[in-house]
């Protein structure tokens, strides 16, 4: 009897001890999307390895993008990415990294809404939106269907003309209404566009995959 009960004993030790440990982790654990306690140690730079235990996700409403910040409901983040210069406030965004006192360091982030969308900067006469120079966002519900502004604000002009635009079995998704469009992509992805302005119309001269 006593040898038959000693390993429904040791089962039974060991479920209770990998119980005490799943709490452990739970207690140690911070709400998905909210700040952990300050720590000690420098902030993880965008791209590195995430921390099984620190990473979180954000989904928020983008409130303001700049180079390498981002502000959007719930914080500020810092993102070692070329992506903030070309986001628009009103896009909603999904963000993994981890916290760093009260700044969210990203790993990795996404536009998840609009659904597509497409940035230009240059002459707004190109697009029929009025005079001088213009930095504007197109979005669109999905491939094929129509283009419309998501947001537009007047700039200084500039030495050339921008697009980044991303490219899908050989067509430009969601590019801008009027803009006469760049050569047909050769790759699938992100790119690029630069041009320059000629008799007021935009001559495309180069492009490279984004980022």
Same mark, same amino acid.
């Given at each position: 009897?006593?040898?038959?009960?000693?390993?429904?004993?040791?089962?039974?030790?060991?479920?209770?001890?990998?119980?005490?440990?799943?709490?452990?982790?739970?207690?140690?654990?911070?709400?998905?999307?909210?700040?952990?306690?300050?720590?000690?140690?420098?902030?993880?730079?965008a791209?590195?390895?995430?921390?099984?235990?620190?990473?979180?996700?954000?989904?928020a409403?983008?409130?303001?993008?700049?180079?390498?910040?981002?502000?959007?409901?719930?914080?500020?983040?810092?993102?070692a990415?070329?992506?903030?210069?070309?986001?628009?406030?009103?896009?909603?965004?999904?963000?993994?990294?981890?916290?760093?006192?009260?700044?969210?360091?990203?790993? *990795?982030?996404?536009?998840?809404?609009? !659904? =597509?969308?497409?940035?230009?900067? #240059?002459?707004?006469? +190109? &697009?029929?939106? $009025?005079?001088?120079?213009?930095?504007?966002?197109?979005?669109?519900?999905?491939?094929?269907?129509?283009?419309?502004?998501?947001?537009?604000?007047?700039? *200084?002009?500039?030495?050339?003309?921008? !697009? =980044?635009?991303?490219?899908?079995? #050989?067509?430009?998704? +969601? &590019?801008?209404? $009027?803009?006469?469009?760049?050569?047909?992509?050769?790759?699938?992805?992100?790119?690029?566009?630069?041009?320059r302005?000629?008799?007021g119309?935009v001559?495309?001269?180069?492009?490279?995959?984004?980022?």
């Open positions: 009897m006593t040898a038959a009960r000693n390993p429904i004993r040791w089962v039974v030790i060991l479920a209770v001890a990998a119980l005490w440990a799943s709490a452990a982790a739970q207690g140690a654990g911070h709400g998905q999307g909210g700040p952990p306690p300050a720590a000690g140690g420098g902030s993880r730079s791209g590195a390895g995430p921390d099984p235990v620190r990473e979180h996700v954000l989904v409403l983008l409130r303001f993008a700049s180079e390498g910040t981002l502000v959007i409901d719930g914080g500020r983040v810092e993102a990415t070329p992506w903030p210069r070309f986001l628009a406030p009103g896009m909603w965004l999904r963000v993994d990294g981890e916290w760093d006192g009260d700044v969210f360091v990203a790993s *990795a982030l996404v536009v998840t809404r609009p !659904a =597509l969308f497409s940035y230009y900067r #240059g002459p707004a006469g +190109a &697009l029929d939106l $009025g005079d001088g120079w213009i930095e504007a966002w197109f979005a669109a519900p999905g491939a094929g269907q129509a283009v419309s502004v998501f947001e537009v604000r007047r700039v *200084a002009p500039g030495a050339e003309t921008l !697009a =980044l635009v991303r490219a899908s079995n #050989g067509s430009w998704l +969601a &590019l801008a209404p $009027g803009l006469r469009p760049p050569p047909p992509p050769l790759t699938d992805g992100w790119m690029l566009i630069r041009g302005v000629d008799d119309a001559r495309w001269t180069a492009s490279a995959p984004f980022p």
